[in-house]
């Protein structure tokens, strides 16, 4: 399974992109919502994306958005990883597309106990 990591630092990243290899995922990385539209475009085409909201060019928003117009991504599974916390943000995620919704700062039992829900992974933890 393959998994793009958004997110304008790099280090988060790194962080992210640690944590789903060591699930077992391939994963590339973009810097913004539009560098994520490109990669989307020249394939290959993920089954996972680990989303910041907030970032230069395109947000997450923005990018859940434009992904969810397109039919043949239509079975990319879509996390925000973020630090917006407030309630109407979180519905504003899932209200777009979104299927979980993370908030930083967060630990890599997290990330693996969403993917577990979402049937991302191929054991649940324990």
Same mark, same amino acid.
């Given at each position: 399974?393959h998994?793009l990591?958004?997110?304008d630092?790099?280090?988060? =990243?790194?962080?992210?992109?640690r #944590?789903v290899t060591?699930?077992?995922? !391939?994963?590339a990385q973009?810097g913004n919502?539009?560098? +994520?539209l490109?990669?989307?475009?020249?394939?290959?085409?993920?089954?996972?994306?680990?989303?910041?909201?907030?970032?230069p060019?395109m947000?997450g928003?923005?990018?859940?958005v434009?992904v969810?117009k =397109?039919?043949?991504?239509r079975? #990319?599974?879509l996390?925000m990883v973020t !630090?917006?916390?407030?309630?109407?943000?979180?519905?504003r +995620?899932?209200?777009?597309g979104?299927?979980?919704?993370?908030?930083?700062p967060?630990?890599?039992?997290?990330i693996?106990e969403?993917?577990?829900?979402?049937g991302?992974?191929?054991?649940?933890?324990?």
């Amino acid at each position: 399974m393959h998994a793009l990591v958004i997110d304008d630092s790099r280090a988060m =990243r790194s962080i992210l992109t640690r #944590i789903v290899t060591g699930l077992g995922f !391939t994963a590339a990385q973009a810097g913004n919502g539009q560098e +994520a539209l490109d990669q989307l475009e020249q394939g290959p085409v993920p089954q996972l994306a680990l989303i910041d909201w907030n970032m230069p060019v395109m947000n997450g928003l923005e990018f859940i958005v434009a992904v969810r117009k =397109r039919p043949e991504w239509r079975d #990319i599974t879509l996390m925000m990883v973020t !630090t917006e916390s407030e309630h109407g943000q979180i519905v504003r +995620a899932l209200a777009a597309g979104a299927h979980e919704y993370v908030i930083k700062p967060f630990t890599p039992d997290a990330i693996e106990e969403k993917l577990a829900l979402l049937g991302l992974l191929q054991e649940v933890p324990a």
